[in-house]
């Protein structure tokens, strides 16, 4: 199973941008989708963004679509979030996610996204 760990998150005033990377380790990262989602108190787990294998594919929901921009790197195992444009509402927890099938790119059911790192705290200030 892949293990996940993200970085990146801190504290930020509204406009601002920040980029969050997600480390993984073994040598499956190439065989799986990835996906970006986060956590708020007192808010549904809210899936933000996912990636196919190859990158060559991307997926985003509305609420951050235009300002977020995942990528990834296969030869680093890294997948990345790009925030732009930052908002009070972002502040959350975010994680960073692997789909739970290898070899497939069917980034269009954020359920199937079940593992997930430690989480790492953005925070937006007004």
């Not at 040598?27 to 809210?46: D, V």
Request: net charge positive.
């Amino acid at each position: 199973q892949v293990q996940l760990v993200e970085s990146g998150g801190g504290l930020v005033q509204a406009g601002g941008s920040l980029r969050l990377s997600c480390a993984a380790s073994g040598r499956t990262f190439s065989s799986l989708a990835m996906g970006w989602l986060r956590l708020a108190p007192g808010k549904e787990r809210e899936f933000l963004a996912a990636i196919t294998r190859s990158g060559g594919h991307t997926y985003y929901t509305g609420s951050v679509k235009g300002r977020f921009t995942i990528s990834r790197d296969n030869a680093k195992n890294t997948v990345y979030l790009q925030m732009n444009s930052l908002k009070p509402e972002d502040t959350a927890v975010y994680y960073c996610a692997a789909h739970s099938h290898y070899n497939t790119d069917d980034i269009s059911r954020p359920t199937e996204f079940g593992s997930w790192g430690q989480g790492t705290q953005v925070t937006v200030s007004s």
